[in-house]
T-cell receptor, first 115, second 110 residues
Framework: NAGVTQTPKFRVLKTGQSMTLLCAQD?????MYWYRQDPGMGLRLIHY???????AKGEVPDGYNVSRLKKQNFLLGLESAAPSQTSVYFC??????????????FGEGSRLTVL | SQQGEEDPQALSIQEGENATMNCSYK?????LQWYRQNSGRGLVHLIL?????REKHSGRLRVTLDTSKKSSSLLITASRAADTASYFC??????????FGSGTRLLVRP
């Protein structure tokens, strides 16, 4: 039982390049989330999903796209990377408790640098 | 935004002392959660307190919630060096989103 796994853990991009971060969870959780964390700051919600085939915007969705084609996977895409997207990205998942998300289980993060 | 705001931003205490961190928010909530983050790692869930609860305990952790003041506090008793980490509150309103505050950095000196 690996929990929440993020790949890659580190990546360096040039401005304008594209890439996809993969999040996989093996806990059969309904809800999945992508956050970004900048130095010395809290987490900001980018996009989230309440179930397979569904996605929704969070606090800072611009410049990112997501897909949840399979329940266990949640992909975060950057179509044209910008230096402002340099950050640590965290994926999290949560099971449904009484119809609402419970506690979040986090991956170890993906550190992205855009030059 | 209903983002939680933690106070203080940083806290330095001696091992064995108690540490108190506070979280204030702006809107009605469904629940409030506290998480811990060790340097360079993912966040780990500590406690969830629902809007109809006033206090919860878990080991050396005690969380209180005052919905009239829109605030919560996290108390860590008898702190240890291993408690050194950043602590975040997170707010869930009526949606499926969980919004985090900016955190309190706790340093426990041996």
């Amino acid at each position: 039982n690996a929990g929440v796994t993020q790949t890659p853990k580190f990546r360096v991009l040039k401005t304008g390049q594209s890439m996809t971060l993969l999040c996989a969870q093996d806990m059969n959780h309904e809800y999945m989330y992508w956050y970004r964390q900048d130095p010395g700051m809290g987490l900001r919600l980018i996009h989230y999903s309440v179930g397979e085939g569904t996605t929704a915007k969070g606090e800072v969705p611009d410049g990112y796209n997501v897909s949840r084609l399979k329940k266990q996977n949640f992909l975060l895409g950057l179509e044209s990377a910008a230096p402002s997207q340099t950050s640590v990205y965290f994926c999290a998942s949560s099971q449904r408790l009484a119809g609402v998300p419970g506690e979040l289980f986090f991956g170890e993060g993906s550190r992205l640098t855009v030059l | 935004s209903q983002q939680g705001e933690e106070d203080p931003q940083a806290l330095s205490i001696q091992e064995g002392e108690n540490a108190t961190m506070n979280c204030s928010y702006k809107t009605s909530i469904n629940n409030l959660q506290w998480y811990r983050q060790n340097s360079g790692r993912g966040l780990v869930h500590l406690i969830l307190i629902r809007s109809n609860e006033r206090e919860k305990h878990s080991g050396r952790l005690r969380v209180t919630l005052d919905t009239s003041k829109k605030s919560s506090s996290l108390l860590i008793t008898a702190s240890r060096a291993a408690d050194t980490a950043s602590y975040f509150c997170a707010i869930r309103d009526s949606s499926y989103k969980l919004i985090f505050g900016s955190g309190t950095r706790l340093l426990v000196r041996p």
